[in-house]
């Protein structure tokens, strides 16, 4: 929202080409309207990368992602940081719309070339360069596409940059990838204790995101960082159940493969016994 007045921004991840468009409402009908518009100019994208907002959540909205055949995926619930590209064209698009003419303003960031690829979003886009106010000569508005190895190569090294020095700054650390059946505790940035317990259901389709189940707020969707492993020693294992009912000894307990003989005196000569048979007395004592 800028000046009481609602926009949405696209970016093209490939070529970070950017569109700010004034909304009347915030609907999924008037979404779909300026987005169809939009295809109508550039093209349909094979993917969209959104918030979780109820606009993007509606039958209206998942019926026209099947009619235009594009794939819809929703960035982490409360982490917004987990669709930097898109916060980045927000915060990009705010500093537009705060210029004297913002239109001008966007020709200007369409036409100049990024750190990460080196070449301007139009050029990626379309192939050529565009004319702005500034004088050039014919022969650099022709159309030329730039080299696409070269400059994937150059937007790799730029996020890897950008990564190292966030991760350094911020103590990022590694955690452990979670697997269906974990018990998890859950904690927001802006809440002060964990809650739980909650168990792992599986892995959503967003990087470091996963489903979570608990009985108090049922399931839901949640970054990795907002997830923490319960260790085993607090986790409350089910006892081996036998078809027959009744409590067995874990596997470990049975020396199946140690067959360790002990000597059993009688009056007319000595019998060895092997453990097994021991262990299986042992769990017949306790049964009855």
Known sequence: MHKGKQ???VSDYYSRYLEILLLQSTTSEHVIQRLKALFARLGIPEQIVS???PQFSSEAWRSFCDMYDTQH???SPHNPQGNGHAERAVQTAKRILKQDDPVVALMCFRATP???TGVSPAELLMGRKMRTSLPTLPRNLRPKWPSKSSI???DKAAKEKQAYYFNRRHGVKDLPVLIPGDSVLLKLDNEAKWKGPATVLAESATPRSYEVFSEKEGEKRRNRRHLQL???KNIVRKPNITRS???SKPAERLNLYKKKKKKKKTKEKSIDIPSVTNDFIELCDQAW
């Open 7 to 9: 926009y949405l921004v």
């Open 51 to 53: 918030d979780n907002g």
């Open 73 to 75: 995926i929703t960035s």
């Open 114 to 116: 990024t750190s990460s």
């Open 152 to 154: 994937k190569e150059r």
């Open 230 to 232: 319960l260790p085993e």
């Open 245 to 247: 009912g009744r409590v």
